[in-house]
């Protein structure tokens, strides 16, 4: 490599202001908009639930059948997406037969006759088609 060559290089200019100085055009200064103290807001006004849906009525006794149908399907085995043969997924099984035993004892108290016969026989069920379905091969 030549002299020549190497002074063909980068040249690096120090284009910042300096501080002896004066600056080419002074920014001008505005004053900082005055704050306006925010809206008051109201308290959220509690909402009743609705009467009823469009598919009818929300209940415990929806909620305790729609689990317990999904528990019931996981014990019998569901056909896989290609077809196959039906499989049982007894970890899923039992993940929702706790959560039916979780809400029978955190609603113990406040549920009504209809609700507590009808918990009680879905869990009750699914126990025993569990305990089956885990003595039975496949």
Same mark, same amino acid.
């Given at each position: 490599?030549?002299?020549?060559?190497?002074?063909? +290089?980068?040249?690096?200019?120090?284009?910042?202001?300096?501080?002896?100085?004066?600056?080419?055009?002074?920014?001008?200064?505005?004053?900082?908009?005055?704050?306006?103290?925010?809206?008051?807001?109201?308290?959220?006004?509690?909402?009743?639930?609705?009467?009823? *849906?469009?598919? +009818?009525? #929300?209940?415990?006794?929806?909620?305790?059948?729609?689990?317990?149908?999904?528990?019931?399907?996981?014990?019998?085995?569901?056909?896989?997406?290609? +077809?196959?043969?039906?499989?049982?997924?007894?970890?899923?099984?039992?993940?929702?037969?706790?959560?039916?035993? /979780?809400?029978?004892?955190?609603?113990?108290?406040?549920?009504?006759?209809?609700?507590?016969?009808?918990?009680?026989?879905?869990?009750?069920? /699914?126990?025993?088609?569990?305990?089956?379905? *885990?003595? #039975?091969?496949?």
């Amino acid at each position: 490599m030549s002299d020549s060559e190497a002074d063909q +290089g980068f040249r690096v200019r120090d284009r910042r202001g300096r501080a002896d100085e004066p600056a080419s055009s002074p920014r001008p200064v505005t004053p900082p908009e005055p704050m306006t103290p925010p809206e008051p807001v109201s308290p959220p006004q509690p909402v009743s639930p609705p009467e009823s *849906t469009a598919g +009818g009525a #929300r209940s415990l006794v929806g909620l305790f059948i729609m689990l317990g149908s999904v528990a019931a399907a996981a014990l019998e085995g569901m056909p896989d997406s290609g +077809g196959g043969q039906a499989k049982r997924d007894l970890r899923q099984a039992a993940e929702l037969i706790d959560v039916l035993v /979780l809400l029978r004892e955190k609603t113990e108290g406040r549920r009504t006759p209809e609700e507590t016969k009808v918990l009680h026989e879905v869990v009750y069920g /699914l126990q025993l088609r569990y305990v089956e379905a *885990t003595r #039975r091969p496949g």
